[in-house]
T-cell receptor, first 113, second 111 residues
């Protein structure tokens, strides 16, 4: 079945550092891939998405490229801010799963001033 | 600009009590979902409703029931609460094939 694996946290960085959160997936079809962000006390919000191979999703300085050959969708940001502290979830959805969304376990990011 | 609204935001129950968590969306979405979020386990799907009048089990349905009351509302019921059901519960909705929209969650503690 479909699955998503993302790096364990927490990840602790200083402000302006480079961020990478790794995500790999297993899927029988051709899934759409997502990154969601969850701020303390809130629900998940869509951060970015990519729907086909080689697509790059981007939003608020974050980027992720859909790599079919490595089944990966790593999240990157060139310069993190304290306000980026949150939990980040990688997820996939495809037709063979009835369009249900499969989430990774989440990676908590702490950014220090 | 309400999106997905969940009530209540917090609740404490005693073992064996029953409770219904409410969810409503105002985006005219066909599909609605209930998840639970536990530390280190991401989100696990409890039940979902692909359209009004249909419901299906997800990954962890035991101990829960759902009702898709109409297109807007999708409720989750715990008939006899157990401590293992202490969790944060999220409702979500979407148009098929598009990203989900989430509520802010219900934090449920069962003593």
């Amino acid at each position: 079945g479909n699955s998503v694996t993302q790096m364990e946290g927490p990840v602790t960085l200083s402000e302006e550092a480079f961020l990478t959160i790794n995500c790999t997936y297993t899927a029988t079809g051709y899934p759409s891939l997502f990154w969601y962000v969850q701020y303390p006390g809130e629900g998940l919000q869509l951060l970015l998405k990519a729907t086909k191979a080689d697509d790059k999703g981007s939003n608020k300085g974050f980027e992720a490229t859909y790599r079919k050959e490595t089944t990966s969708f790593h999240l990157e940001k060139g310069s993190v801010q304290v306000s980026d502290s949150a939990v980040y979830f990688c997820a996939l959805s495809d037709r063979t799963g009835g369009f249900k969304t499969i989430f990774g376990a989440g990676t908590r990011l702490f950014v220090k001033a | 600009n309400a999106g997905v609204t969940q009530t209540p935001k917090f609740q404490v129950l005693k073992t064996g009590q029953s409770m219904t968590l409410q969810c409503a969306q105002d985006m005219n979405h066909n599909s609605m979902y209930w998840y639970r979020q536990d530390p280190g386990m991401g989100l696990r799907l409890i039940y979902y409703s692909a359209s009004e009048g249909t419901t299906d089990k997800g990954e962890v349905p035991n101990g829960y029931n759902v009702s898709r009351l109409n297109k807007r509302e999708f409720s989750l019921r715990l008939e006899s609460a157990a401590p293992s059901q202490t969790s944060v519960y999220f409702c979500a909705s979407r148009v098929e094939g598009q990203p989900q929209h989430f509520g802010d969650g219900t934090r449920l503690s069962i003593l």
